[in-house]
C-alpha cells in the first residue's frame, strides 16, 4: 500500500508511533542531561557574566530545580532533530522526491540557526540586559539579593526565544516549499512583519535602547534574510513543478 493511500487511522497510529520514539528519546535524554547539567551550571557561574555574583537558595528545592530546568532544556535540545526528522518523516509521502530531499536539508540547518540564536542572545545580548539591571539597583542605591533560581531562570527566558526566532528563515523555507507562503507575500507584509518584530524585541528586552536596537535590527534582518531563503525556495519550487509537467 502506498502511503499516500494511507487511511486517516492508519496515519494516527503512523503518527503515535512516531511520537513514541520520541517520548522514549527525549526520556534517554533527560537522564543524560541530569550528568551533563552540573559541569553546565559550573561553566555559566564562572562566566564574566557570574563570577562577581553570589547565587543564593531562597528555597531548600531551587538547586534541584535549575537541575531540572537545565536537564529538561539538553533534554529538549537533544531531542530536536530526531522530532524535525519525525514530522518530516510523517509529511514526505506526500512530497515530491526533490521535496523531500529539500525539506530534509532544513533539519541540521533548523538546529544550527537555534543555537546560533542561543549563543547570539547569550553572549551579545545576555551582558547588556545584566549590566543595565545592575545599574538601575546601583542608582537605586540597592543591593540586590540574588537567587540562583531567578538568574537561571531569568537566562532561560533572554536566550531561549532567540533560539526559536532564529527558526524564521527555515519556516519560511518550509512553507515556501509547501506552497503556502511566497516571496512576493513576505514583501508585501513586510511593514508589519517589522511591527511585530518591534513589538516582540520591546517585550524580550529592558526598557534600554541600546539593548533594543541590539536584539531590533538582528530581527530585521533575519526577516530580510527570510526572504532572500523564501525566494530560492520559491525558484526551486517553480523549476520542479516545470519539470514535473513536462515530464507527464
Known amino acids: 500500500m502506498k502511503d499516500r493511500d494511507m487511511s486517516i487511522y492508519e496515519h494516527i497510529d503512523e503518527l503515535r508511533k512516531r511520537l513514541w520514539w520520541v517520548v522514549v528519546f527525549f526520556f534517554i535524554s533527560f537522564i543524560i542531561g541530569f550528568f551533563v547539567t552540573q559541569p553546565v551550571i559550573v561553566y555559566l557561574q564562572q562566566t564574566d557574566q557570574a563570577k562577581e555574583l553570589t547565587l543564593n537558595a531562597f528555597k531548600l528545592t531551587d538547586p534541584l530545580m535549575v537541575y531540572m530546568q537545565f536537564a529538561f532544556i539538553i533534554a529538549v535540545v537533544l531531542t530536536s532533530p530526531l522530532i ?113 518584530l518591534l513589538v516582540i524585541a520591546g517585550l524580550i528586552t529592558p526598557p534600554e535602547l541600546l539593548s533594543h536596537l541590539m536584539v531590533t535590527v538582528p530581527l530585521f534582518i533575519l526577516y530580510e534574510i527570510s526572504i532572500v531563503f523564501s525566494r530560492v525556495a520559491y525558484r526551486k519550487a517553480q523549476k520542479a513543478e516545470f519539470q514535473r509537467v513536462n515530464n507527464n
Open 84 to 196: 524535525l526528522y519525525q514530522l518530516w518523516s510523517f509529511v514526505s509521502p506526500g512530497l515530491y522526491e526533490t521535496e523531500r530531499r529539500a525539506t530534509l536539508s532544513y533539519i541540521p540547518m533548523s538546529v544550527f540557526l537555534f543555537l546560533l540564536g542561543i549563543a547570539f542572545s547569550y553572549f551579545i545580548l545576555f551582558p547588556f540586559v545584566i549590566d543595565f539591571m545592575f545599574r538601575i539597583s546601583d542608582s537605586l542605591e540597592v543591593n540586590p539579593v540574588i537567587g540562583i533560581h531567578e538568574y537561571f531562570s531569568f537566562l532561560f527566558q533572554i536566550t531561549l526565544p532567540f533560539g526559536l526566532l532564529f527558526q524564521l528563515p527555515v519556516l519560511v523555507m518550509f512553507l515556501t516549499r509547501l506552497g503556502i507562503i511566497t516571496p512576493m507575500f513576505l514583501s508585501k507584509v513586510r511593514k508589519y512583519a517589522y511591527f511585530i
